[in-house]
């Protein structure tokens, strides 16, 4: 496995899916608690969504199916979105 590969699959099993199963928590107490707003609804929507496609990118990690360049477009993006969150 390339490095970035081993970069890649690090940062989303330890950093974005926590992060996102959390936030996840934090909006299905949100709705569980009666507060069943649209943009509550669809951010829960768009988390499941998020998380389905982090799984999706640690199978092709898995199955050798992500060219290093492609590991490498993605973890920049990761990079960048983590950099500006910390920057709020």
């Known amino acids: 496995m390339k490095n970035i590969e081993v970069e890649l699959e690090s ?3 330890n950093v974005m899916l926590p992060e996102s199963k959390a936030f996840l928590d ?3 107490e949100e709705i569980q608690n009666g507060n069943d ?3 509550i609804v669809e951010a829960k929507k768009d988390v499941e969504f998020f998380i389905e496609e982090l799984n999706q ?3 092709l990690i898995e199955e050798k199916k ?3 360049k492609d590991a490498k477009d993605m973890y920049k993006k990761i990079r960048n979105m983590l950099d500006e ?3 709020q």
């Open 37 to 39: 707003k649209e943009e």
């Open 57 to 59: 990118v640690l199978k």
């Open 66 to 68: 992500l060219s290093n």
């Open 26 to 28: 934090e909006l299905n």
């Open 85 to 87: 969150h910390e920057h």
């Open 11 to 13: 940062i989303i099993f």
